[in-house]
């Protein structure tokens, strides 16, 4: 079973809620007196303090009311403050607190005949404390507050600051809206010379470039540069369609095809002498083929045709001619739209030039003619506004006197009290519990050492004789002491993933803290379930077992350490299967014998005769002997005397065996006094957490007759 390392220094942080209820109910006196001191001063403070009483006004503070008539264009203050409802509240309460305010109040107050508050004695001061405004949630509605020690005066300050606030409000209101009217008049004044300057500007430059209207004369030359553009482009277009045919019409008459030419140039007298060539063609075939070629007939003919084509040769260089002299025109043209078009353009830059000028000069002028418009508008407004300002602020509630003081609060100073006594006893307790470094509790246990508690034994104050001591549970076995055995066996057999304990230890920080007797007890509490277990002597140095049982310590466990014989060192205890070895002769080097080889030879042969091997050992917080013999059993349990040892040195022990692998059960104290210091709730609290730990492991496995 690994447990968490014991040096960890514990903190008051791994303190649980359940810890802190254990010390209170421990330290219950403490607690109970120091909440008890502080109730009694909570009303020792109510039963003297000065009373007071509490008058409150309740005023409407809207968002809404503003003005008898809507003002276009003014600045509506009241949908502004709707939209910052929050704002809007919080800076009214900052102004009713504010020293001007105050002052005011102090002032009516004194006039209605009252003088405890002036501003002599500190009046204007002591208010600030006296008023409070606080808004109600979900509504428009505030609650003006005074708290004074005269109900009568009360009332009457709250009225007075409410009628104040109300005043108040309403002229700042009105001056809001008036302050602004000779700021307006002044700047009106200098808008009305700066309209008088923009008109001026503007009439000397139309009359220096002769503008009287700009704008359709830049229309005009717009459109005119438009007409010439388009123009230009049809006479463009027909010098393309003009150039590409005439190259075509020289290439032809170049390669001295005339005729086909004639096709391409079809104008009427071409036309009429190309019919006329086809005529006197058929003519001259005809002829030919009735007279032959050579005849006169036939002569004349070909003269004729000869002829015709002489005439329809010279038609086509005329018309190529007349191509040519076209193409030339519309060049000409061309280029006279062109420079036109050039012109137009200089002219419109320039006159564009002069408009860019003109719009600045006409603008400005307009910009001012507006903007004293809007400030004759504004003006009328302004006032108008301030004419016609209401108040949003009313008195909904006149402060009536109180009788009933709000302070002091007697149930809340004693509630009050009794919180903070509860708080402040129980930090004593867990103080106190704190200082004192004994071993005193569980909760020392799985606070302070953080390993389980496995139990309590009370202590016997009526038995001295240390024989009877260790075999009290034996001869008394329905007392308390042998019902706290039985627990801690039982517990020890059912803690978790321990499986069946062959090998037990006891050990204890230091001496003189009941080890020897705890482990009769519990070689007592096993042996009565009917196991053989036998009890090992384990502490050479001073060893108490044979002193109980009344025998010599020769021979024991040194002897067979040295190869002798089990039967012949065992000793019966009188009681039904319970045995023991004494510790043999007595070596002034403990330790040498027990890290002997032999050792672990010796405790295998016990498991083979015995249920369970119980070793005592010296203090393991002063020898080596514990650590090296709880490397070989299945357990250790600390044993651990009440309000002896100190935490720190149980914790240093606890290092030591977890340091070699022990493997630590947990802590058992003994010789617990039910009535030690703490009264009966002390032992109450052991015996109660004691049977809740061995309920739930016996719970665990009801049918393990250990838990009996």
Known sequence: MSQEEPNEEPSSLSIRIADLWAMAQMQWHIVALTAGVFVTLALLYTLFATREYRSTSVLHLSTVAGREMDVEGALDLDTLNRANRQMFVLTQL??????????????????????????????????????????????????????????????????????????????????????????????????????????????????????????????????????????????????????????????????????????????????????????????????????GPNMPESAFA???????????????????????????????????????????????????????????????????KKAFDDLNRKLLETTLAAQTQRNNMRIVDQARPNRNPVTPDPLFNAFAGLVIGLVAGVSLAVLREQVDDSITSPLDVTTWLR??????????????????????????????????????????????????????????????????????????????????????????????????????????????????????????????????????????????????????RLLEELDQLYDLVLIDTPPAALLSDAAILSKRVDGVVMLVREATASRQVVRDALRSLNKVGANILGVVINAVDPQRRRGGKYYSYYYGYNYRYNRYYSDATPENPAAK
Do not use: C
């Not at 006296?130 to 300050?157: H, Q, V, W």
């Not at 009877?468 to 308390?480: I, K, V």
């Open 302 to 368: 070909r003269a004729a045709v000869d002829s015709a084509e002489v005439k329809l040769q010279a038609e086509v260089r005329r018309s190529l001619d007349a191509e040519r002299a076209k193409l030339e025109v519309l060049r000409m043209r061309e280029a006279s739209l062109v420079e036109a078009i050039g012109k137009k353009n200089l002219e419109l830059l320039s006159r564009q030039s002069l408009r860019t000028e003109y719009d600045m000069l006409s603008g400005e002028l307009e910009r001012s």
């Open 94 to 291: 900052e102004i009713l607190r504010s020293r001007p305010m105050r002052e005011e109040i102090i002032r009516q107050y004194n006039d209605a005949g009252f003088d405890d508050l002036t501003p002599e004695n500190g009046g204007i001061e002591r208010l600030s404390g006296l008023l409070t405004a606080t808004p109600r949630a979900g509504s428009e509605l505030l609650d003006l507050s005074i708290t004074y020690t005269d109900p009568e005066r009360a009332a009457a300050l709250a009225n007075v600051a409410a009628k104040v606030f109300v005043q108040e409000n309403l002229e700042a209101r009105i001056s809001a809206e008036a302050g602004g009217v000779p700021w307006l008049t002044e700047q009106i004044a200098t808008q009305k010379a700066a309209v008088d300057a923009a008109a001026g500007a503007f009439m000397t430059y139309k009359a220096e470039h002769q503008l009287a209207d700009i704008g359709e004369d830049t229309s005009t030359i717009q459109a005119q540069l438009s007409a010439l553009n388009l123009a230009h482009g049809d006479v463009a277009k027909e010098r393309v369609v003009i150039e590409s045919s005439l190259r075509a019409h020289e290439s032809l008459w170049a390669k001295g095809q005339w005729s086909e030419l004639a096709f391409d140039l079809p104008t009427p007298a071409i036309q009429t002498l190309q019919n006329e060539l086809a005529t006197k063609r058929v003519a001259y075939s005809s002829l030919s083929e009735r007279y």
């Open 451 to 600: 390993v389980p508690y496995l139990g309590m034994i009370p202590k016997i104050s009526s038995v001295t004789d240390e024989t009877e001591l260790a075999l009290y549970t034996f001869q008394h076995p329905t007392s308390s002491a042998a019902e706290a055995i039985r627990a801690i066996r039982t517990l020890i057999e059912l803690l978790p993933k321990q499986g069946q304990i062959k090998r037990l230890m006891v050990t204890s920080a230091l001496s003189s803290e009941g080890k020897t007797s705890t482990i009769v007890r519990l070689g007592v509490a096993f042996a009565n379930l009917g196991r053989r277990v036998v009890m090992v002597d384990g502490d050479l140095r001073r060893p108490r077992i044979h002193k109980i049982f009344q025998i010599d310590r020769e021979p024991g466990l040194t002897s067979l350490l040295e190869g002798g014989a089990i039967d012949e060192v065992v000793q019966p205890t009188g009681v039904p299967n319970l045995f023991f070895i004494p510790a043999g002769a007595p070596a002034d080097h403990s330790a040498e014998p027990l890290a002997a080889g032999n050792l672990d």
